[in-house]
C-alpha cells in the first residue's frame, strides 16, 4: 500500500511538472500504465487552466506575454478611470464645502447639507460688489417693481441681493423683486423646508434682534447664529421662503408645542392672490423664532419682511 501510495504520488508530482513545462524527459522513467495516468492528470490540469497562462506548448510564451500586456493596459485603464472618478468627486466636494458666492462679490453663503443659503439677510443694491445699497421701498419699486416684471427704467437689471455683514437688511420688499434680486446674484428664495433646515441651533432668545421694533444691521448679535453659521435667521426681519399656500386666514398658535407665531391656518375665499411663506418672525419676542410661520400675497411690502438667497 505504501509503495503504491508513493507511486501514486510521484505521477501526480510529475504531472504537475509536465503541466507546468517543466519536465517531459522524467516521463521516461515510468512504466506505460503510469505514463497514461501522467498523460490523464496533464490533460486534466491543462484544461482547467486559460488559454493564455497555460505554459510549455508552442507559441505558449508569447501568449502569457500578450496576456501580461493587456492585463497591465487594462489595469492602468481602471486606474486612470479610477484616478477621474477620484477627481471628479473631489471637485465635487470642494465646491460643496466652499458654498461660493456664485455671482462674484454677492456675499457669503454658508453649507447646510445638500444646499447653500446665505450668510447674512439679504440687503439690495445696485452692483453685484456693491455700488449704491437700497434701503425704502421707494427705491426698490423704481429699480423693480413690486410684481418683479421689468417696467421702463425699472427694469430689474441693476438689483442686486447681497449677504454682507453690517449692512441694513432689505425692509419692505415684495416676494417677486426679492426674487429678482436674488435672480441677478445667482441665488433662489429657499424652500420652507430649507429654511426649516438652516435656523437649526438658533437661539430663540433675545441673544437675537427680537426685543424691539428696531431693525438692527446684518450679523449685529454674533450669538444669533444656526449651527450652520447663519446670521439673524430668528428675529430681526422675517424671510420670505419660496413656498405658496391659499391666504391663511387665523394664527391659532402652535399650541404647547412653541410659543413662535403659527398663522397658517384657514384658506381665504376673500384675499386677492395667492400668499407666500416667511419664517423666522418679526423683531418681537416670544412670537419670533425658529418656528414662525405666517404668510402674505407676493406682492406685498410690509414692514419688518426682508429675505435671504440659497442655491
Ligand atoms: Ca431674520
Ligand atoms: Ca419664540
Redesign the pocket.
Request: proline share 11%; hydrophobic share 20%; charged share 45%.
Given at each position: 500500500m505504501r509503495t503504491a501510495g508513493r507511486r501514486a504520488g510521484k505521477v501526480a508530482a510529475l504531472a504537475l511538472l509536465v503541466a507546468l513545462g517543466c519536465d517531459s524527459s522524467a516521463q521516461a522513467t515510468l512504466g506505460p500504465k503510469d505514463r497514461k495516468m501522467v498523460k490523464r492528470i496533464v490533460a486534466a490540469e491543462l484544461a482547467g487552466r486559460a488559454p493564455g497562462l497555460v505554459v510549455g506548448h508552442a507559441g505558449s510564451a508569447d501568449t502569457a506575454a500578450r496576456a501580461d500586456r493587456a492585463e497591465a493596459a487594462d489595469n492602468a485603464d481602471h486606474a486612470a478611470s479610477a484616478d477621474a472618478a477620484t477627481n471628479a468627486q473631489h471637485a465635487a466636494s470642494a465646491d460643496q464645502l466652499s458654498c461660493s458666492s456664485p455671482v462674484a462679490g454677492t456675499g457669503e453663503m454658508v453649507r447646510v447639507g445638500s444646499f447653500c443659503i446665505d450668510k447674512y439677510e439679504a440687503s439690495v443694491w445696485t452692483r453685484p460688489d456693491g455700488g449704491t445699497q437700497l434701503t425704502t421701498e421707494a427705491q426698490f419699486d423704481a429699480a423693480c417693481p413690486d410684481s418683479g416684471q421689468p417696467q421702463g427704467a425699472a427694469d430689474c437689471e441693476d438689483f442686486y441681493a447681497r449677504s454682507v455683514p453690517a449692512a441694513d437688511p432689505a425692509d419692505e420688499i415684495t416676494w417677486f423683486q426679492a426674487q429678482q434680486a436674488l435672480a441677478n446674484s445667482g441665488r433662489r428664495l429657499p424652500q420652507n423646508a430649507e429654511w426649516q433646515e438652516a435656523v437649526s441651533g438658533t437661539p430663540?432668545s433675545t441673544d437675537c434682534v427680537t426685543d424691539s421694533f428696531t431693525i438692527e444691521p446684518t450679523g449685529s448679535l454674533p450669538t444669533c447664529v444656526s449651527r450652520f453659521g447663519a446670521y439673524d435667521m430668528v428675529g430681526n426681519l422675517s424671510e420670505w421662503v419660496a413656498d405658496w399656500v391659499p391666504a391663511s386666514t387665523d394664527c391659532p398658535t402652535w399650541g404647547g408645542f412653541?410659543?413662535?407665531r403659527m398663522c397658517l391656518a384657514g384658506a381665504s375665499t376673500a384675499v386677492h392672490g395667492p400668499a407666500a411663506l416667511f419664517r423666522g418672525g418679526y423683531n418681537i419676542?416670544?412670537?419670533?423664532?425658529p418656528f414662525a410661520v405666517a404668510d402674505l400675497t407676493p406682492q406685498s411690502s410690509e414692514t419688518g419682511l426682508g429675505f435671504r438667497g440659497a442655491r
Open positions: 430663540d412653541t410659543d413662535d419676542d416670544p412670537v419670533a423664532g
